[in-house]
C-alpha cells in the first residue's frame, strides 16, 4: 500500500476515536445529570460534609443550584461561613464545588475541589496564640475575592485577592494589584521555590506602608538547594527618578536600589532557620554605594562592609537610634555636606531571630561595631546656632563606645581661618570634644565664642597661631568649656574703646566663662606702648574681675599732648608710666624725661624729677568692675595736686580736687568717656592767667580728634591787658553746638565792659556763629550779632549788624571825636562785614552801612540868633508860653532829631544823609569822614525858618516868588572841614552847595552880608 492508502486509513481511525469519546463524555453528563440526587434532599448531607472537610464552627449556604462547567458543580450564592476558632469569617460569598462524575455515578458527593468567588473574608491571628492554625485546605481556591487581615499588631486590606492551588504540581499562585506570587511547595510542607514581584507597595499594611515615602518595585526568589538549603534572590528599586526613604528603628534612609543574594540554612529544632549568610549585598543612594556581606548564625548577627564612596548624611543618619533626643536628631540633620571614601564596617549583635520581629533593646545593647573611612569635604556642625566647620578633610573611625576622628583640614565659621586636630563623641554622653591648632582670625573668633564682650572691640586685622580645645552638648546653645591660646603670628589691629591698639607679641590664654590670661603682651596705641602680664576671671555674677596686672607703658609726651589736646606747650621727651594690681591697685606717672615750655605756667627740662602717684581699690559698681584712684597725688615745687578718680567700664573720670601752679588756682572735674561721647571738663577757679593755657594746642591730623564739653567758673582771670572777673563759660567742640559766655566785668586798655552776655555757635571750619552779644559800657548798652570766619593769612572775617544804645554826648566824649555835643537819646545800627586783625585798627576790611538816630541833644555852640529863631518858632511856640522850652533855657543849640546814613568803607566813610531838626532851624548835609585820621568834610544847608518854609509850601502862587524852586524864605550853606572835635566852619554860597535857585526873600535877606557871617555862626553872632 501506498502513503496515501496509510494515509486514508489513520484519518479514518481518528474520526471513529473522536466520536466514541464525544459520545461518552456526552452519556456521562446525561447519566451524571439523571443520576444526580435531588439538592434538597442532599444539602444536610452536603453542608455536614463540608463542615467536616473544612473544619468549619459555622456554615451557612445560598441556594444550591448544579451547574456544569466541563465536569459537573454545586454552587451556592450568598454564603458565609467561619472556622473552628472564629480566625476565618467568610461574607456574601459565592461556593462553587466541583464534583467528579464517576464519584457521583457511584452515589457519593466527594468534591474535587472548592472554590470561593467574590464576598469578603476576614482573617485574624493573634501573634501570640499557641494553637495550631490549620490554614487553607488543599481543595479550596480564592477568586477575586476581598481579603481584610490581621495579624497581632499588624493589618491590611486587599481587593481582588485570587488564590489558585494547583494540587498535581504542588503549585500555589497569588494574585493581587500590584503583585504576583507563585510558591511551590516540596515536601515536610516547607516551599521548594517562592517567587514574588511588585511594582507597587499598597499590598503592605498601613503600618509599614508608612514608613516609606516613593515609588518601590521590587522581585525576590526563595529556591529550595536541599532539603535543608535554600537560596534567596532579591532586588528592590525606586519606581520613580527620586530614591526610596524608609523609617526603622525611628531612622530614615533614602535607596535607589538594593539588592543581594543569600543562603537560608534550616536545621533540627523548632525554628525556621538556623543560619542564614547575605552575599554580596549592594545598596545604591544618588553616588552612594555601599557593598556588604552579612551573617546570622546561632542568635547572633554579623554585617561587614565596605564603600568607595559614601555621602556623609548617610552616617550621620545612622547616628540617630544612639539617642532619641531632639536636639541629637536635629544636630545630626543639619549636617549634609561630605563624602566618606575607602570606609569598611564590621558589626555584630544579638538577634534571636531575624524573621520574627526587630532586635529588642537588651539586644541592640550587645551591639559591637567598628567603622573607618577617610572624609572629604564634609560639614561638621558646631552647635553655635548651626554654625559649621565646612570643607573639613579627615580620617573618621567610629566603634560602640564614640567616634573619633583626625582631622587634617577644616575651615572654621565665619572666615575665622584653617584648623587641624582631633574631634570626638563619646556615646554614653554625647559630648562633643574637639581640640587642635589653627591659623585663626582671633577678632572673628572672639566675636564666635563671645559676641556680647567682642562687641566692645573692634578688630582690624589679627591673624594668630591657635591651639584650641571645646567641648560642648549638641543641645546646647553655648560650649560647656572652651580654652585657646593665641599667640600673633603678625601685628594684631584693634580698638577697645575707639582707642587703636597693636599687639606684636605674647601670649593670650582665653577660658570660657572662667578666666583670660595676657602672658608678656607686647603692646602699643599711637601714644603708649608697653608690656603687660593680666589674670582675670568672671565673677558671680558673670562680670569680668581682674585677679592680678603689672604693666609698663611708655611714650612720647608730644604724641600724648596731640592726641589728648592738652594744654602743654613745647612738649617733648617720654612720659613713663607703671600699673600693678595684687588686691589693690599701685602706680605712677613718671616724667623726668619730659619737658615743657608751659604747662599751667611751668617750665621744664628734662632730667628735672616730676612724678604723679595713684592708689586705689577696685569694686563692682551697678554689675561693672570700677577702679576708684583714692590717692593721685603730685608735691613738686612747679606743680602741686591732689584729687581722685574712677575707672570703669564707661570711661575716665578724675576730681583734681586742687590743682595749683603759678598761674593757676583751682580745681578741675574732667571725665574722659569710652566710645564716641564728649570729653567734659568742669573747671572752678579762683585765679587763671593766660600764660597757664599754650598760645597753641598741638594738633596732628594723624591721630584723633575727640570732642568735648568745657564748663568753666573763674573768679579772676587775666588775659595779657585784658582783666574779667566772674566769667562763666560753656563751650563744645559739637558741631552748632550752644556756647555762652558771660561776665560781670570785662577790661581791656581803655575799654571796661560790664554785664557781659554772649551765645554762639561753632558750624565748623573754625567758624563762629555769634548769635547775640550785649554789654554794659557804662550808660550805654551793645548789642550784635555776627558770623565769625578764619581769615587768610590770619585775622577773623565777620558779617553781621551791631546796635548801640545810650547818651550821644557821652559816647562821643568817650570816642574823643567832639565836645560839642550833650546828652540825647542815641541808637547806632551797623549792618555789614570787617576783618579783625591782630595789631590793627578795628576799621581794617570795614564794609556796610550806618544809621544814626539821636532825641533830644543838645549841640552846645549856638548865639542870640539861634536863640531868637528858637523863640518864634511856631511849631513850639506854645511851649513857650507855658515854659517847657530847654532849647531856650540851657547853653548851646538844642534839637528834637538828629539822623544820619553812611556808608563805611575801609577808613572811608561815605555820609549820605545828615539831618537835624530843631526849633532855631533844619540842617541837612551830607560828605564824608577819614577814620583813619578822624577828619570830616561836610556840607551842610540851614534853613532858619523852617516852620515859615512849610507855611509857603501850601500857598501855591507864594511858595514859587518868594520861595523859589526850593521854596524856601531863606537858607545858608556852610562847608565843616577838618578834625571832627575841632572842625573849621566857613559859609558858602547855595550855589557852591548845588542847591537850587534862591528865592526873593531869601536874595533880599541876603543883602546884608552879616546876617550871619561867613564864619563860624557861633563865633559870629
Not at 456554615?59 to 472556622?83: F, H, I, T
Amino acid at each position: 500500500m501506498n502513503a496515501i492508502a496509510w494515509k486514508n486509513i489513520a484519518l479514518a481511525i481518528g474520526r471513529r476515536v473522536f466520536f466514541a469519546l464525544l459520545a461518552g463524555a456526552t452519556l456521562a453528563a446525561v447519566a451524571g445529570w439523571l443520576f444526580a440526587p435531588d439538592l434538597k434532599t442532599a444539602r444536610p448531607e452536603i453542608e455536614a460534609f463540608l463542615k467536616q472537610e473544612l473544619e468549619l464552627k459555622e456554615l451557612n449556604l445560598g441556594e444550591l443550584s448544579w451547574y456544569w462547567a466541563g465536569s459537573l458543580g454545586l454552587k451556592a450564592d450568598a454564603s458565609s461561613l467561619v472556622n473552628r476558632d472564629a480566625s476565618v469569617v467568610v461574607h456574601d460569598c459565592r461556593v462553587t464545588v466541583l464534583i467528579s462524575t464517576m464519584e457521583l455515578l457511584s452515589g457519593r458527593l466527594t468534591p474535587s475541589g472548592i472554590r470561593f468567588s467574590g464576598g469578603t473574608i476576614n482573617v485574624a491571628v493573634d501573634a501570640d496564640s499557641q494553637a495550631d492554625h490549620p490554614g487553607i485546605p488543599a481543595l479550596v481556591t480564592l477568586d477575586d475575592t476581598e481579603l481584610r487581615w490581621r495579624y497581632g499588631e499588624y493589618s491590611g486590606h486587599l481587593e481582588h485577592f485570587t488564590l489558585l492551588l494547583d494540587r498535581d504540581e504542588k503549585l500555589l499562585r497569588v494574585r493581587i494589584p500590584g503583585a504576583n506570587m507563585s510558591v511551590r511547595m516540596g515536601n515536610q510542607r516547607l516551599p521548594k521555590r517562592v517567587d514574588v514581584s511588585f511594582s507597587n507597595l499598597d499590598w503592605l499594611p498601613e503600618v509599614w506602608r508608612s514608613r516609606f515615602d516613593g515609588a518601590m518595585a521590587g522581585e525576590a526568589s526563595l529556591k529550595q538547594k536541599s532539603s535543608t538549603r535554600w537560596s534567596l534572590d532579591f532586588a528592590l528599586t525606586s519606581g520613580e527618578a527620586a530614591p526610596v526613604a524608609f523609617s526603622i528603628l525611628d531612622t530614615g534612609w533614602k535607596f535607589d536600589s538594593l539588592k543581594g543574594k543569600s543562603v537560608l540554612e534550616s536545621g533540627a529544632g523548632e525554628e525556621l532557620f538556623e543560619q542564614a549568610v547575605f552575599e554580596p549585598l549592594e545598596l545604591r543612594s544618588g553616588e552612594s554605594l555601599i557593598r556588604a556581606r552579612a551573617e546570622w548564625k546561632a542568635g547572633t548577627f554579623k554585617l561587614s562592609a565596605t564603600s568607595p564612596h559614601v555621602d556623609m548624611p548617610l552616617i550621620w543618619n545612622g547616628l540617630r537610634p544612639l539617642d532619641d533626643n531632639e536636639a541629637w536628631h536635629a544636630w545630626l540633620a543639619s549636617m549634609q555636606g561630605g563624602v566618606a571614601s575607602d570606609a569598611r564596617a564590621e558589626l555584630a549583635f544579638a538577634w534571636a531571630a531575624p524573621w520574627q520581629a526587630v532586635p529588642t533593646g537588651s539586644e541592640w545593647d550587645s551591639l559591637k561595631y567598628h567603622v573607618i573611612a577617610h572624609v572629604q569635604d564634609a560639614d561638621i556642625s558646631l552647635g553655635f546656632d548651626q554654625d559649621m566647620a565646612i570643607h573639613t578633610e579627615a580620617d573618621v573611625e567610629l566603634d560602640q563606645a564614640g567616634l573619633k576622628a583626625i582631622v587634617a583640614s577644616t575651615e572654621l565659621p565665619h572666615a575665622i581661618g584653617l584648623a587641624k586636630g582631633a574631634l570626638s563623641i563619646a556615646w554614653d554622653s554625647l559630648l562633643l570634644e574637639i581640640s587642635g591648632t589653627a591659623e585663626a582670625d582671633a577678632g572673628r573668633l572672639h566675636a564666635w565664642l563671645d559676641a556680647s564682650e567682642a562687641a566692645q572691640i573692634t578688630w582690624a586685622a589679627a591673624k594668630a597661631a591657635t591651639e584650641f580645645s571645646i567641648k560642648w552638648m549638641p543641645e546646647e546653645e553655648l560650649p560647656r568649656s572652651a580654652i585657646l591660646h593665641l599667640k600673633p603670628l603678625d601685628t594684631w589691629s584693634l580698638e577697645v574703646k575707639d582707642i587703636p591698639f597693636e599687639v606684636s607679641s605674647g601670649e593670650v590664654v582665653w577660658q570660657l566663662d572662667e578666666g583670660i590670661r595676657f602672658n608678656e603682651l607686647l603692646w602699643a596705641t599711637p601714644y603708649l606702648s608697653g608690656k603687660s602680664n593680666l589674670a582675670a576671671e568672671r565673677g558671680e555674677s558673670g562680670v569680668w574681675e581682674i585677679v592680678s596686672m603689672d604693666g609698663r607703658a611708655e611714650g612720647p609726651l608730644s604724641r600724648l599732648a596731640g592726641h589728648f589736646h592738652l594744654p602743654i606747650e613745647s612738649a617733648a621727651g617720654t612720659l613713663r608710666a607703671s600699673l600693678k594690681f595684687d588686691g589693690s591697685w599701685d602706680g605712677d606717672i613718671d616724667l623726668k624725661q619730659a619737658s615743657w615750655s608751659n604747662l599751667l605756667g611751668t617750665e621744664k627740662a628734662a632730667g628735672d624729677p616730676l612724678n604723679i602717684t595713684y592708689q586705689g581699690k577696685s569694686i563692682e559698681k551697678q554689675g561693672v568692675p570700677t577702679f576708684l584712684m583714692e590717692k593721685l597725688t603730685c608735691r613738686d615745687q612747679l606743680l602741686r595736686l591732689r584729687g581722685d578718680g574712677e575707672l570703669s567700664d564707661s570711661g575716665l573720670r578724675l576730681n583734681l580736687k586742687r590743682l595749683e601752679s603759678a598761674s593757676f588756682s583751682g580745681g578741675a572735674e574732667i571725665f574722659v568717656p569710652f566710645g564716641s561721647d564728649p570729653w567734659e571738663l568742669n573747671v572752678n577757679a579762683d585765679y587763671l592767667n593766660r600764660n597757664a593755657l599754650p598760645a597753641t594746642l598741638p594738633r596732628s591730623t594723624e591721630l584723633h580728634q575727640k570732642s568735648w564739653v568745657l564748663r568753666a567758673e573763674l573768679k579772676e582771670f587775666l588775659w595779657d591787658d585784658t582783666h574779667i572777673e566772674g566769667a562763666v563759660i560753656r563751650l563744645a567742640s559739637a558741631l552748632n553746638s550752644t556756647g555762652v559766655l558771660k561776665a560781670k566785668v570785662l577790661q581791656t586798655g581803655a575799654l571796661a565792659l560790664h554785664d557781659v552776655a554772649a551765645v554762639f555757635a561753632m558750624p565748623g571750619e573754625g567758624k563762629i556763629d555769634l548769635r547775640s552779644f550785649e554789654a554794659g559800657l557804662d550808660d550805654l548798652r551793645l548789642k550784635l550779632s555776627a558770623t565769625l570766619t578764619p581769615g587768610n593769612p590770619s585775622g577773623m572775617l565777620w558779617r553781621g549788624f551791631a546796635e548801640l544804645k545810650g547818651n550821644f554826648g557821652n559816647m562821643m566824649k568817650r570816642a574823643e571825636l567832639s565836645r560839642l555835643f550833650e546828652n540825647g537819646d542815641m541808637n547806632i545800627l551797623f549792618s555789614g562785614q570787617g576783618e579783625f586783625l591782630r595789631e590793627q585798627p578795628w576799621w581794617q576790611g570795614l564794609d556796610g552801612r550806618l544809621r544814626l538816630r539821636v532825641n533830644n541833644g543838645r549841640i552846645l555852640k549856638g548865639g542870640t540868633l539861634s536863640k531868637f529863631l528858637a523863640a518864634i518858632s511856631i511849631a513850639d511856640l506854645p511851649g513857650l508860653f507855658f515854659g517847657g522850652r530847654e532849647d531856650l533855657t540851657r547853653p548851646g543849640l538844642g534839637y528834637k532829631r538828629l539822623q544820619m546814613e553812611a556808608v563805611l568803607h575801609g577808613k572811608d566813610v561815605k555820609i549820605h544823609q545828615l539831618a537835624m531838626r530843631s526849633s532855631a532851624m533844619d540842617v541837612a548835609g551830607q560828605g564824608s569822614m577819614d577814620m583813619e585820621r578822624t577828619v570830616v568834610d561836610l556840607i551842610l544847608v540851614v534853613r532858619p525858618f523852617q516852620n515859615l518854609d512849610a507855611l509857603l509850601s501850601r500857598l501855591p502862587l507864594l511858595r514859587d516868588m518868594f520861595g523859589g524852586t526850593a521854596h524856601s524864605f531863606i537858607r545858608r550853606a556852610y562847608r565843616m572841614y577838618g578834625p571832627v572835635a575841632d572842625a573849621e566852619v566857613t559859609q558858602i554860597s547855595t550855589v557852591e552847595a548845588g542847591l537850587p535857585d534862591p528865592g526873593m526873600i531869601e536874595q533880599l535877606l541876603n543883602l546884608p552880608e552879616r546876617w550871619f557871617g561867613k564864619g563860624d555862626p557861633a563865633t559870629k553872632q
